[in-house]
């Protein structure tokens, strides 16, 4: 079943085709859904709950990893996920066959059209199970799939394709890496880094930003996502070197639609009498320049 939820949003029912598991605790779901699929752009988001069971009764915000095409058409969607709570450890039990319902495709995006200056060498950085946006990003921004085709004129949306791509791609521990192999085989220069030293660098995803800022070819803008801790760390380094940066905002939500509230995120607002105030993340985001957060206020 499918019904309208705004301009591009819709809700659908998909079928659970397959449930693997990646990396410890983490997951590759991927449902039969093609309105949603032919739809959704890399760094959006869809809400995700079992049908027919109250317990839990939310739906979960899971980010696009990837759309799967059948004979060219967007067919399916890809969601990786780690089990944290109730909601992914229901997730984590489904085989196959179990019917899901959705709403989506949610939120903004990473800006596609960076500047010449901007786009020179693009750093991506993802801690934990926040590198999911970036694989179908990196394979739109490279030219190698297009997403969100428009259903009347066939046309995708234009992008800037940046001269170089960086990614580093941090976790506590070898076990928790996935999608490795999806990332290298976009033909991008990868960075791993391991709290523990068991694969990579040791030492957190941030130093791959302050040491790739040493370099003859530095970075001209960055892309972001994971905990908030990482975030604003990420946040603070760019600013302090100069680099454009981006974050997408991991925040637990509702309804996903802007109705309840309960995502919201501080913003710097010098209207504001104390100087900030809230946006949505479902709905302002889950995409903002990082420059725009109030940081202290997280």
Not at 269 to 290: L, N, T, Y
Request: aromatic share 8%.
């Amino acid at each position: 079943m499918i019904s309208q939820a705004g301009d591009v949003a819709i809700q659908e029912s998909g079928v659970v085709m397959e449930n693997v598991r990646i990396a410890r605790g983490t997951y590759r779901l991927r449902i039969d859904l093609p309105n949603i699929a032919a739809r959704i752009l890399p760094g959006q988001f869809v809400m995700v709950r079992i049908a027919g069971r109250t317990d839990p009764l939310l739906a979960r915000p899971f980010a696009l990893y990837d759309t799967v095409d059948e004979a060219g058409t967007p067919r399916a969607v890809d969601i990786v996920y780690l089990v944290m709570g109730r909601g992914t450890q229901a997730l984590s039990a489904l085989s196959g066959g179990e019917t899901l319902e959705l709403w989506g495709p949610l939120g903004n995006t990473f800006p596609p059209e960076l500047t010449e200056d901007q786009g020179r060498h693009l750093l991506i950085l993802a801690g934990g199970i926040g590198q999911t946006p970036f694989v179908a990003l990196i394979k739109e921004l490279l030219g190698l799939r297009r997403y969100g085709i428009h259903q009347e004129t066939g046309a995708g949306r234009v992008v800037n394709r940046p001269r170089k791509i960086t990614v580093g791609y941090g976790v506590r521990s070898a076990e928790f890496l996935a999608g490795v192999d999806d990332f290298r085989a976009t033909g991008i220069d990868l960075h791993i880094t391991t709290e523990d030293g068991s694969a990579g660098q040791r030492g957190f995803v941030t130093r791959v930003l302050d040491e790739a800022s040493t370099t003859s070819d530095p970075p001209t803008a960055v892309f972001a996502c994971g905990p908030e801790p990482m975030l604003g760390a990420v946040s603070t380094l760019a600013s302090e070197k100069g680099i454009p940066c981006w974050v997408s905002l991991e925040t637990k939500m509702a309804c996903g639609y802007g109705v309840c509230f309960s995502c919201v995120c501080p913003v710097n607002d010098v209207a504001s009498e104390q100087g900030w105030d809230f946006r949505r993340v479902c709905i302002e985001g889950p995409v903002f320049p990082a420059e725009t957060i109030s940081w202290p206020n997280m």
